[in-house]
T-cell receptor, first 114, second 111 residues
Framework: ETGVTQSPTHLIKTRGQQVTLRCSSQ?????VSWYQQALGQGPQFIFQ???????GRGNFPPRFSGLQFPNYSSELNVNALELDDSALYLC?????????????FGSGTRLTVV | DAKTTQPPSMDCAEGRAANLPCNHS???????VYWYRQIHSQGPQYIIH???NNETNEMASLIITEDRKSSTLILPHATLRDTAVYYC????????????FGDGTTLTVKP
């Protein structure tokens, strides 16, 4: 068991740029969820992928998009970055068939938009 | 989704039990109560979950009232390392990974 790994750990981007964040799920986990956590707030659900298909989306605009690969690793892409996109981005994985075990979170990517 | 209400902050003395309450009066029959915690600068960590029976694992105990409208997370012997933000989430099992977390309870364990 290697846990959930996210990269990079920190990132600084300029307003209007695009960014790709990466997540390597825990071994055997086929479901990944992405979250945005602004300073001082709880994580907000962005979207979930199950077996490479989007399986639910929170209240985020289309410039937030994602991918899940056959090995269940995942990417979060954000286009046209805005200052308010500055946050900690978390991914969490689970074996959807065993939802009772909860989700395993990574340590996150801290994105700063200037 | 059922809304949850938690106190914003609580203190606990080291070695004593920490009892963290959560109200979820609109919970549906198929929704579980999940607890996570987040230590500063880390991702949330799953603690425990339950449907209607009380549950215990190596980290904590979860007590759910008979009407399921509230629950309490119990850390039996709190240590300084238990200082964290604790989140209570109510969700059906298959939707557990689509939860938006509230503001949680900041638990501070004091020596």
């Amino acid at each position: 068991e290697t846990g959930v790994t996210q990269s990079p750990t920190h990132l600084i981007k300029t307003r209007g740029q695009q960014v790709t964040l990466r997540c390597s799920s825990q071994s055997g986990h086929n479901t990944v969820s992405w979250y945005q956590q602004a300073l001082g707030q709880g994580p907000q659900f962005i979207f979930q992928y199950y077996r490479e298909e989007e399986n639910g989306r929170g209240n985020f605009p289309p410039r937030f998009s994602g991918l899940q690969f056959p090995n269940y690793s995942s990417e979060l892409n954000v286009n046209a970055l805005e200052l308010d996109d500055s946050a900690l981005y978390l991914c969490a994985s689970s074996d959807r068939g065993a939802f009772s075990y909860g989700y395993t979170f990574g340590s996150g990517t801290r994105l700063t938009v200037v | 989704d059922a809304k949850t209400t938690q106190p914003p902050s609580m203190d606990c003395a080291e070695g004593r039990a920490a009892n963290l309450p959560c109200n979820h009066s609109t919970i549906s029959g198929n929704e579980y109560v999940y607890w996570y915690r987040q230590i500063h600068s880390q991702g949330p960590q799953y603690i425990i979950h339950g449907l209607k029976n009380n549950e215990t694992n190596e980290m904590a105990s979860l007590i759910i009232t008979e009407d399921r409208k509230s629950s309490t997370l119990i850390l039996p012997h709190a240590t300084l390392r238990d200082t964290a933000v604790y989140y209570c989430i109510v969700k059906s099992g298959t939707n557990a990974g689509k939860s938006t977390f509230g503001d949680g309870t900041t638990l501070t364990v004091k020596p």
